[in-house]
């Protein structure tokens, strides 16, 4: 059976998110902070390996042992050291380290373009303190709990989609967080009112928040960002994934498919998980159906003027859209695992006393999986497309009208729906391209390569915006279809689906604008009643 996603329901129970040392986040918790106000909390199995983790690296940075981007520069500059290692006064020395985690969250606080989302921002929040609170980055549990007392109190940065590469993670978004946080007079949300964030600290009863040693570098060097666009559309694909598997399975219910091509035996003797687990979903959506096409009544001359098998289209869905469920599955398991890492840079290891200078904050596994379901989409998207084609045009749809409309010759029914559907299907053909292969060398030349992730990461959430879209045209258009077949003759679940959509949207008869009633649908699919 296909996995299924972690419905709105079954979170309602939870009352908080527990993060840190021990904790395991999962993209239900991403759904969970969009969708409700709750309390991110701090495990405590977390103190001790982050107080471990802070005083090892100051024990460094008090014997002046050059550590990068806490008493060096940062990036290309990392060869200049800090000017005062060598001052015997500590005051200064600690000062100036102070003041450039300040800077380097000032610098970087420049991002452009539409503002995300307030909900991406929140997760962004939860990703980056689970991150720093595994005890691996250098910083104490005072700074994940002010960044925690932050998020908890609703003040929520506004963050421009621009200004990451993906490589030293997210900077520049991360970045436009932490100046809020630090009390730099940029805009955030509060309480539904957008005001400077030294304001809104006031007014939640907070003071700023004064980063020491690596707390600056640490709150912008990950991946957060990216990943908090990833997994809250990657929860919202696999609703809409089943929500769309039942649309095609009513449109094909629809144009009388043929059931040959979903008998059992055809999908084991292929051998792919996907392909058996999409195949066994429409033979149970089908129960009970009387419009399922038997070959052998085909054979015996019972259907006039029908070919013993259907258009690729209708008979190849289970091959088609196997990859698409083994895909999302990885793609769970690669975005979880990186809701979890520890993306940072530098890493402290204080059991080992070690410090490791590597790039835990690059985010090609974000990259991967948004270019391999940006793909899947495209295809799926084409797919519905070709759906709603064979149902628009009688040579194709077994008899349907023109349109699947009464008297087409003097009304327009779904035609104008395939002309959106193939706009919106162009769109995510478009937005399927890799990512991967825009890499562009910045910074000196030291980010000389570098994963784009976000960029991947917004482009992946606008299509599968689309296809939740895509989906409700063809279910629009498949329960006028389900009319003309009879509706008390298609299966248990079609006739469900049917009910839901037409106390909404009536049959189309004459011609009427139809965005509206899209637009409810869409509504229906994201509250689950679909």
Same mark, same amino acid.
Request: with cysteine; proline share 4%.
């Given at each position: 059976?296909?996995? +299924?996603?972690?419905?709105?329901?079954?979170?309602?129970?939870? $009352?908080?998110?527990?993060?840190?040392?021990? =904790?395991?986040?999962?993209?239900?918790?991403?759904? !969970?902070?969009?969708? +409700?106000?709750?309390?991110?909390?701090?495990?405590?199995?977390? @103190?001790?390996?982050?107080?471990?983790?802070?005083?090892?690296?100051?024990?460094?940075?008090?014997?002046?042992?050059?550590?990068? &981007?806490?008493? %060096?520069?940062?990036?290309?500059?990392? %060869?200049?050291?800090?000017?005062?290692?060598?001052?015997?006064?500590?005051?200064?020395?600690?000062?100036?380290?102070? $003041?450039? #985690?300040?800077?380097?969250?000032?610098?970087?606080?420049?991002?452009? &373009?539409?503002?995300?989302?307030?909900?991406?921002?929140?997760?962004?929040?939860?990703? +980056?303190?689970?991150?720093?609170? #595994?005890?691996?980055?250098?910083?104490?549990?005072?700074?994940?709990?002010?960044?925690?007392?932050?998020?908890?109190?609703?003040?929520?940065?506004?963050?421009? =989609?621009?200004?990451?590469?993906?490589?030293?993670?997210?900077?520049?978004?991360?970045?436009?967080?932490?100046?809020?946080?630090?009390?730099?007079?940029?805009?955030?949300? @509060?309480?539904?009112?957008?005001?400077?964030?030294?304001?809104?600290?006031?007014?939640? &009863?907070?003071?700023?928040?004064?980063?020491?040693?690596?707390?600056? !570098?640490a709150m912008i060097n990950g991946t957060s960002f990216m990943t908090a666009i990833t997994s809250l559309t990657l929860a919202n694909l696999q609703r809409i994934f089943l929500q769309m598997l039942s649309a095609i399975a009513m449109s094909l219910e629809s144009m009388l498919v043929i059931g040959s091509g979903y008998h059992p035996l055809v999908h084991q003797l292929k051998q792919h998980t996907g392909s058996i687990l999409v195949n066994?979903?429409?033979?149970?959506?089908?129960?009970?159906?009387?419009?399922? $096409?038997?070959?052998?009544?085909?054979?015996?001359?019972?259907?006039?003027?029908?070919?013993?098998?259907?258009?690729?289209?209708?008979r190849s869905v289970p091959q088609g859209l196997g990859t698409f469920v083994e895909n999302i599955e990885r793609a769970k398991h690669w975005v979880e695992n990186e809701m979890n890492s520890v993306n940072d840079n530098p890493i402290i290891d204080a059991d080992e006393k070690k410090i490791h200078h590597g790039a835990n904050f690059m985010g090609y596994y974000i990259t991967d999986a948004c270019d391999m379901l940006k793909m899947n989409i495209a295809q799926a998207s084409t797919w519905i497309h070709a759906l709603l084609a064979n149902m628009v045009h009688p040579r194709k749809s077994q008899n349907l009208p023109a349109n699947i409309v009464k008297d087409p010759h003097k009304r327009n029914g779904f035609r104008s729906m395939q002309l959106l559907a193939a706009a919106l299907t162009v769109q995510n053909r478009k937005l399927a391209q890799s990512h991967a292969a825009y890499m562009l060398p910045t910074e000196g030349d030291n980010q000389d390569v570098n994963s784009l992730g976000t960029h991947a990461a917004l482009d992946f959430k606008e299509a599968v915006a689309n296809l939740e879209r895509l989906t409700a045209i063809l279910l629009l258009a498949s329960a006028q279809a389900l009319e003309f077949r009879q509706i008390e003759k298609a299966g248990v679940k079609s006739r469900a689906?049917?009910?839901?959509?037409?106390?909404?949207?009536?049959?189309?008869?004459? =011609?009427?604008?139809?965005?509206?009633?899209?637009?409810t649908l869409i509504d229906l699919l994201r509250e689950e009643k679909i």
């Open positions: 059976m296909i996995t +299924r996603y972690e419905t709105n329901h079954q979170l309602s129970h939870k $009352t908080s998110i527990l993060i840190g040392a021990n =904790c395991k986040l999962t993209l239900g918790d991403a759904k !969970l902070l969009a969708t +409700r106000f709750v309390p991110v909390e701090l495990n405590p199995d977390a @103190y001790k390996p982050m107080e471990q983790s802070y005083q090892f690296l100051k024990s460094q940075i008090d014997q002046r042992i050059p550590v990068y &981007g806490t008493n %060096t520069n940062f990036g290309d500059q990392a %060869t200049h050291i800090n000017e005062n290692l060598r001052s015997d006064d500590s005051s200064v020395y600690y000062a100036s380290i102070h $003041t450039q #985690q300040k800077n380097i969250i000032k610098s970087l606080a420049c991002s452009l &373009g539409n503002t995300v989302a307030p909900e991406i921002t929140r997760i962004t929040m939860m990703l +980056r303190a689970h991150c720093l609170s #595994q005890g691996y980055s250098g910083v104490s549990p005072a700074t994940v709990n002010a960044m925690l007392k932050f998020l908890n109190s609703g003040i929520t940065p506004l963050v421009g =989609c621009y200004g990451s590469i993906g490589a030293s993670g997210d900077l520049i978004p991360l970045a436009s967080i932490a100046a809020g946080l630090i009390g730099e007079n940029v805009n955030v949300l @509060y309480k539904n009112e957008i005001m400077p964030a030294p304001q809104a600290l006031k007014l939640a &009863g907070l003071k700023k928040f004064n980063p020491e040693l690596r707390d600056g !570098l066994e979903f429409m033979l149970d959506f089908w129960q009970a159906s009387q419009l399922i $096409t038997d070959l052998e009544k085909v054979r015996a001359g019972e259907h006039i003027d029908r070919t013993v098998q259907d258009f690729y289209s209708l689906i049917y009910r839901v959509i037409r106390e909404h949207s009536a049959t189309v008869q004459e =011609c009427r604008p139809m965005t509206d009633e899209l637009n």
